[in-house]
Structures are given as C-alpha cells and as structure tokens.
Nanobody, 121 residues
Framework: QVQLVESGGGLVQAGGSLRLSCAASGSFFSISDMGWYRQAPGKQRESVAT???????NYADSVKGRFTISRDNARNTVFLQMNSLKLEDTAVYYCSADIRRRIGSIATPYGGQGTQVTVSS
C-alpha cells in the first residue's frame, strides 16, 4: 500500500510564509513526477507546481515568483515553500506523485489527503 501524507498547512496572515511537506511511504519501486495542486471552495482544482525526478519544475502563473517546489528523492518527499501569501491562496493543498509499484510497471498517480492553508487579512 502506498500513502502520501501532507503536513505544514495552517493559518497565516497575508504576506506570510508556509512550507508544506509530503512524504510517500509504503511498498514501491520509484517515484517520477511529484507535484502540488489545490482546491478552494466553489472553485475548480488547480495545479500549483510540479517537479520531475531530475528537478525540472513548472508553476501556475498565479504562484510564479512566490512559491518554490523542491524534492528529496532519498526521503521520497516533496516540499512547497510558499512566500508572500495572498488571500486567494486559501485552499486545501494536495500533493501528488506518479509511482511505479514494481520494476517495469507503469507509473500510477497517487494523491494525499490534503492540508488546509488559510490566509487571513
């Protein structure tokens, strides 16, 4: 069984910072792409940032210059450093990972349970 567990969410004032972490655990062979997406009440799910195993990153226009995604392959962990937070960043943040359970198997997407980020004025 594979699990992704997020941590680091909370309440922060506008302009502040938070750092989210997501660790993958269980039995698997490898992890390729990892990322973060978010969903605010009444809004569609939005991809926030992605990172390949080699460290290539991609960001949503709404967070470029403010958020930084990184990963620690040895610890099967992905991070999201969020700076200069805005009210509109309020959402539940979920991590995702494309995981190969066995050698030669295709990568299957897994998601975490989510962590709430609330930005107040």
């Amino acid at each position: 069984q594979v699990q992704l567990v997020e941590s680091g969410g909370g309440l922060v004032q506008a302009g502040g910072s938070l750092r989210l972490s997501c660790a993958a655990s269980g039995s698997f062979f490898s992890i390729s792409d990892m990322g973060w997406y978010r969903q605010a009440p009444g809004k569609q799910r939005e991809s926030v940032a992605t990172i390949t195993r080699d460290g290539n990153t991609n960001y949503a226009d709404s967070v470029k210059g403010r958020f930084t995604i990184s990963r620690d392959n040895a610890r099967n962990t992905v991070f999201l450093q969020m700076n200069s937070l805005k009210l509109e960043d309020t959402a539940v943040y979920y991590c995702s990972a494309d995981i190969r359970r066995r050698i030669g198997s295709i990568a299957t997407p897994y998601g975490g349970q989510g962590t709430q980020v609330t930005v107040s004025s």
